[in-house]
């Protein structure tokens, strides 16, 4: 397996607190991404990475951000959390743009 | 809209039957097209396709790419209960997203003992 980590597993948080999401990879992989997944959606990209510092929007950015200032951590932050943030969150990394991504454990938040 | 359909979204076998799932797309700049296994948890990575007609196989497992139909299919033989899972497509496009990958919904595979 990949070694990509994330943590919190699991959490439960109120509406209108911020919640930080981490993802931690000891591959050394240059591309990191954030994916919630939601019933009937399917996985669907949040924010991405190409590098230190270099980041981008994915198809359903609004309301969360993203940092990272390591090659190995990918931060994903929601400044306000919402009840239409719960989710699963995944982290994927990957080598190239060409390879496939491999995905972390999974992060279950409940917004209440 | 969709851009990668997958079907059925649900199926229901016998342990022996053999399956085809089926993906389409429709994306601009098609480079790859990526098959994963999902188990109640993380996706697991199980081929990935960039040319038409080019089988990959796996154990049970085999896929292939038609570039000019749009399409992918996977075809397990001989299924196992442990094969039961959500079997997602993923397409990669050469757009500006980087690596990005389209997700279909998915398909869920019961294989009953």
């Known amino acids: 397996d990949a070694g990509i980590t994330q943590s919190p597993r699991h959490k439960v948080t109120e509406t209108g607190t911020p919640v930080t999401l981490r993802c931690h990879q000891t591959e050394n992989h240059r591309y990191m991404y954030w994916y919630r997944q939601d019933p009937g959606h399917g996985l669907r990209l949040i924010h991405y990475?190409?590098?230190?510092?270099?980041?981008d929007k994915g198809e359903v950015s609004d309301g969360y951000s993203v940092s990272r200032s390591k090659t190995e951590d990918f931060l994903l932050t929601l400044e306000s959390a919402t009840s239409s943030q719960t989710s699963v969150y995944f982290c994927a990394i990957s080598e190239s743009t060409t390879y496939e991504q491999y995905f972390g454990p999974g992060t279950r938040l409940t917004v209440t | 809209e969709d851009k990668v359909v997958q079907s059925p979204l649900s199926l229901v076998v016998h342990e022996g039957d053999t399956v085809t799932l089926n993906c389409s797309y429709e994306v601009t700049n098609f480079r790859s097209l990526l098959w994963y296994k999902q188990e109640k948890k993380a996706p697991t990575f199980l081929f990935m396709l960039t040319s038409s007609g080019i089988e990959k196989k796996s154990g049970r497992l085999s896929s292939i790419l038609d570039k000019k139909e749009l399409f992918s299919i996977l075809n397990i033989t001989a299924t196992q209960t442990g094969d039961s899972a959500v079997y997602l497509c993923?397409?990669?496009?050469?757009?500006?997203?980087?690596?990005?990958?389209?997700f279909g919904r998915g398909t869920q595979l019961t294989v009953w003992p």
């Open positions: 990475s190409y590098g230190v510092k270099d980041t």
């Open positions: 993923a397409v990669v496009t050469t757009g500006s997203t980087l690596g990005r990958l389209y």
